[in-house]
Each structure stands twice: as structure tokens, then as C-alpha cells.
């Protein structure tokens, strides 16, 4: 017995992708805490905070209640009216409850869109650095990623220009994600509309907007999706949301989108051959979460507020770190461009954002993410979505790690 599958034994489409880098990255600096090391894990996508009382209550009354059995493979009614009334009210949008499709995480609504819809050789554009799951998805579904790199003086945005030059007749889906992981980034109405026009001169374009981070955003930016910006973008938009992020709910495995019907039809068909349907347990909490109190989502949005201005000021003052103050999500991407070539105290070199980050976590114990895990080098991602005590500490390690670099 050797402890790995015959390779013919495995499918040719897991031979095209790589496990998630964020999570192997998380799994290293766990099992270095467990042989006793003072780590600070930076590089984590989930709040910190616990899911608020009222949401757990919901889920308990409803196990009392019996609401226990399979549900509709879209989700429950219940959970589809909220989820309805949270894009009129929150979006200006108006989908009606066969639009709107419920699946275990916001990862599965991709997934289940992209599966659907994916021939061999279809386009999809992903904007870098990107989330580390779209290009793996877009291939496992058979289709091609076609990365479009944005950069750090352009704020990390998609310029019209650049949407243009990548858009081909192979093209099928833009995936279009803000605020940003892992850079933050937001769009304004006016940023927005530019897109929309060039989307709008090529209608077999369709575009999956991601919308993870809606909720948390900051000085008062005003947040737009896509299809609230442009509405003639409508009847070819996947507008994807979830409560994971907004409601500390990442456990819980409710992801949703409003989308056209006969899309919803087929990702439907295909969910009741995979999962059947998101747990009903979950879905009773999402309403909860969705038709109760907002209150919380201010106070998250104060705690992560304070602590990206925290690390963006002790980043900036890290001898050759350049870091952007960015107007949503929990993540900042400095720039270690000014570092390479610079050798440790141990005579190590550090030639890529890899290197950074294996120095870092070894010399100081602050784990955090490589760019080129997003797509872009050299940068790394850090996730502030711990306490302000962890965070100072991890950034004075980071000062420290960069003032020994020569
Ligand atoms: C941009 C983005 N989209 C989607 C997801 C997935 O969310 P979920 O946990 O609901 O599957 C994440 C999670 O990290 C994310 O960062």
C-alpha cells in the first residue's frame, strides 16, 4: 500500500488545479502553534467575531420545530423571499423568487453557475490578483481563465480599456468581485458605468458579480453592484451574495444569487444531482440573519474600519512596504517590490513574495498569504480579521523582519 491513488485512477479534471493556498497557508501556521511556536495567523478569509444569539436561536427553534428534511433544491420559500427583499431593499433590484437560487456557500452559486453554463475552450474573464478559488473553478467546469492583471496605481481596478482587449467571441463570463479579495478594492457608480458600457457592446458577455464583501465597506463608500449600476446588464447578470462574511457565518454554508430563470433552472438541475440542497437548518438561520436586526453589521464595520487604519499606517512605516488604504473587505496587499533582492540576517534571499513569506513566518511567526497564490507578485495579502492587540504585535514583527532585510 503506498499512501497515493494510482494517477490513472484519477479524474484528468483534478489534474488541472491545485488545493487552496490560503487554506494550506492557515494549516502551516496551525500545526507550527501546535509544536509550541508563537504564531500570528494573518491569513485566514473569516471574521473573527461569533455569529450573532439571534441567528443561533433561529437555527435552534427551527431544529425543535422539525424543519430537519430535505428542502427544495433552490432553497426554501422563506429563505428565498428574504433573500428577494434584501436585493430590493439593499440593491434597488428586483428579482422575483424564481430567480433567485440558495446553495451551500457562496463558493458552491459559482461553482453551480459556472458548471452549468462551461463548454471546453469558453472564456471566462478573472480579474488579478483574484480570490484563489475562480481560476480552479473555471477549469475543473472545463472552461479556460483568462487572467486580466490590474495593478497598484490603478487602485487594483478593471479599467474599460482592459475589459475591452481581453473580451474575445470565446468569452462567456466576466467575474467581477468587490469590495476585493485580496485587495479591497470598490467601485464608484461612475468606475461602474465605464464597465458596463464596454459590457454593453458585447452582449454575449455574461458577468457573475461577486458580492461577498458587500457589507463591509467603509467610510461610507457607497456600494453598488453591478446590476444596480447598469440595469440593462439585467437578463445576463449573476448577482452572488452570502451571509458568511456580513454575519460571521463562514460554518454555516449559505451562499445565494439572483439570476435569470432558465440559468437558475439549470444550476438547479445540476445542484439536484450534487448536493440536493443547502442544509435546512442553515437556510432558517440565513433568514434570520437576512429579515433580523442589522444593527451588528455597523459594529463589525467599526471594529474592521479601525483595524485596517492600524495596519495600512504600521505597513506604510515598514522599511521598502507600499500599501494602499482600501475602502472594503478585511484584507490590505502591500507591495515587497522595494525588498527583493534584500537578504535576511541569516544571508537568505528574498527573490519573490514566496520567499518573503516563508522568512516571515519562520523568523517572526506571521503567517500571511503570497501573492502569487492571488495571481499577482510581489505582494502578500493579510487579513485583518483578528484583534488590534494581534494585529499591532504582527506588524511590529513585520517592521522588525523588514528593518533586519539589507
Ligand atoms: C471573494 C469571495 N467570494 C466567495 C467566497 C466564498 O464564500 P463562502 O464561504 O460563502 O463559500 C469567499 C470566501 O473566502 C470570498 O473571499
Redesign the pocket.
Known sequence: MTDRLPPEFVSRALERIKPSLTISVTQQARALKAAGRDVIGLGA?EPDFDTPDNIKEAAIAAIRRGETKYTAVEGIPELQRAIAGKFRRENNLDYRLSQIFVAP????VIYTALTATLNPGDEVIVLAPY?VSYPDIVLLAGGKPVIVETNLQAGFRLTPEALDRAITPRTKWLIF?QPC?PTGACYTREQLRALAGVLLAHPHVWVLT?D??EHLIYENFAFLTMAEAEQRLMPRTVTMN?V?KAYAM?GWRI?YCGAPEPLVREMAKLQSQTVSNASSVSQWAAVEALNGPQDFILKFQQAFEARRDLVVSMLNQAHGLECIKPQGAFYVYPSIRNLIGKSSPQGTVIRSDEDFVRQLLEQEGVAVVQGAAFGLSPFFRLSYATSSDLLEDACRRIQRFCANLS
Open positions: 478569509g456557500g457562496g463558493k458552491a480570490w468581485n479579495n461577486d461577498m464583501y452570502g458568511s463562514t451562499g
